[in-house]
């Protein structure tokens, strides 16, 4: 999973070819660290889904401008613009059925 910083996410999620699925996350939150396995699974599965991830402690800016007051919050975005939010943990079939006309 790629890892974001405020400096290179306009060019690695806003300018994207394709579906970017951002996870929000800290190092010191649990329930970030249940959901980074979903969603490698998930990007195994879809590769035509870039996923990254972005620490919010590091990059207040970027966390800020999407409004991320809580984490987990993985926001599927595309053609520059968030378009389906998740947030907190949840399962991996949750995930799939949010995002589903992304992933398919």
Not at 22 to 37: L, S, T
Not at 48 to 65: E, G, I, M, P, Y
Not at 77 to 99: C, H, L, N, T
Request: charge should be negative; charged fraction near 25%; aromatic fraction near 10%.
């Amino acid at each position: 999973m790629l890892e974001l910083k405020d400096e290179n996410f306009e060019s690695e999620v806003l300018q994207a070819d394709g579906p970017v699925v951002v996870d929000f996350w800290a190092p010191w939150c649990g329930p970030c660290h249940a959901v980074e396995p979903i969603l490698r699974q998930l990007e195994e599965a879809h590769g035509h889904v870039k996923f990254a991830k972005l620490d919010v402690d590091q990059n207040l800016s970027t966390a800020s401008r999407y409004e991320v007051l809580s984490i987990p919050t993985a926001i599927l975005f595309e053609d520059g613009e968030p378009k389906e939010a998740v947030i907190g943990a949840r399962p991996r079939s949750f995930y799939e059925q949010a995002w589903a006309s992304w992933l398919t």
